[in-house]
């Protein structure tokens, strides 16, 4: 965010949706669509040449698919986060989106108020975790997913301190660091401090990603 404004590029399949956004989005003052692509393939070139601060990504579309996309382009370690535009608020393909490294997801039926609202948030280095929606959708999908126990480069959730695994199991429940604090009794400064050593130890790159692990690893029981 070189000027302040935050730069996005949105990628839909449907022209309609992207001049839709587009317009909703530059009548921000803080955001500026820096542009638009039609497809995965196009959506991971564009990160590349226009770097963006966020990623209005569509999930079902030809060629190369959002989550596809999503995945090359978390590993492509640039700073760009993607937000994953769905139709449906629980759909598995949103859940895979997740796990290959989303930040959150917004329904295509936001209002103005919350897209720009989302991408500022999902901007900032934060995860657009609505507890109400989020975490009823990796509840759904995390009981098909065979007990995760770590990954390749990242420490076992056993290895956590007592007090980081209390943390990631509240970030799962949706809990913001605010919140989390209040439980804990304990200082909002402190508990950045932990989320920010849960998220290295498991390789993960923000809350999102932590209560996914946080479900598949069992550690918060799918209900």
Do not use: C, W
Request: charged share 25%.
């Amino acid at each position: 965010m070189s000027d302040g404004s935050i730069r996005v590029l949105i990628v839909d399949d449907q022209m309609m949706v992207r001049e839709g956004f587009s317009v909703l989005l530059n009548a921000q003052r803080d955001i500026e669509v820096i542009g638009e692509a039609v497809d995965g393939r196009e959506a991971v070139a564009k990160v590349r040449e226009l770097r963006p601060d966020v990623v209005l990504m569509d999930i079902r579309m030809p060629e190369m698919n959002g989550i596809e996309a999503t995945r090359e382009i978390v590993a492509a370690d640039t700073s760009a986060r993607v937000l994953v535009l769905t139709t449906f608020d629980l759909d598995e393909y949103v859940y895979q989106a997740l796990r290959a490294g989303a930040s959150g997801f917004l329904l295509k039926d936001a209002s103005a108020r919350q897209l720009a609202e989302g991408v500022r948030v999902v901007a900032s280095g934060d995860a657009l975790l609505a507890p109400s929606v989020t975490r009823r959708l990796i509840t759904e999908f995390a009981r098909s997913v065979p007990v995760r126990r770590g990954s390749v480069g990242a420490v076992q959730v056993e290895e956590l301190t007592d007090r980081e695994t209390e943390v990631l199991v509240l970030i799962a429940q949706g809990l913001s660091n605010a919140e989390i604090a209040e439980r804990l009794v304990v200082a909002e400064s402190t508990i950045k401090t932990h989320v920010s050593r849960v998220l290295v130890k498991l390789g993960l790159r923000d809350r999102t990603q932590a209560a996914v692990y946080a479900y598949e690893s069992r550690l918060v029981s799918p209900s």
